[in-house]
């Protein structure tokens, strides 16, 4: 009933940017906290910064100064702007948001991901 699309990936050279958009879709009242998580071949997948309602923002200790994450409330997407890229932040990108439907509690949803790949 919820589906959460990543979009914006792809391959991009070592400082380079990249922003990446997640959009909520389906029986939606209200979203909650949402956040960007990211996994690389053979590692764990790790945080990479959440965003609240109220736009409270926390970002992963690599990633910050480099990458900003937003929300636009109206419109059921969040975005990742990333700068300064390099060989590490190489990841699967994936979209997860708490999703306060019709009926019952809120729950959590994941998107399929979308891949950035770093060149250096």
């Known amino acids: 009933q919820v589906q959460l699309l990543e979009s914006g990936g792809g391959l991009v050279q070592a400082g380079g940017s990249l922003r990446l958009s997640c959009a909520a879709s389906?029986?939606?009242?209200?979203?909650?906290?949402m956040g960007w998580y990211r996994q690389a071949p053979g590692k764990q997948r790790e945080l990479v910064a959440t965003i609240t309602r109220g736009r409270d923002t926390n970002y992963a200790d690599r990633v910050k100064g480099r990458f900003t994450i937003s929300r636009d409330n109206a419109k059921n997407t969040m975005f990742l702007q990333m700068n300064s890229l390099n060989a590490d932040d190489t990841a699967v990108y994936y979209c997860n948001a708490l999703v306060k439907g019709p009926w019952g509690p809120a729950i959590t949803y994941w998107g399929q991901g979308t891949q950035v790949t770093v060149s250096s």
């Open positions: 389906g029986s939606i009242v209200m979203i909650n906290d």
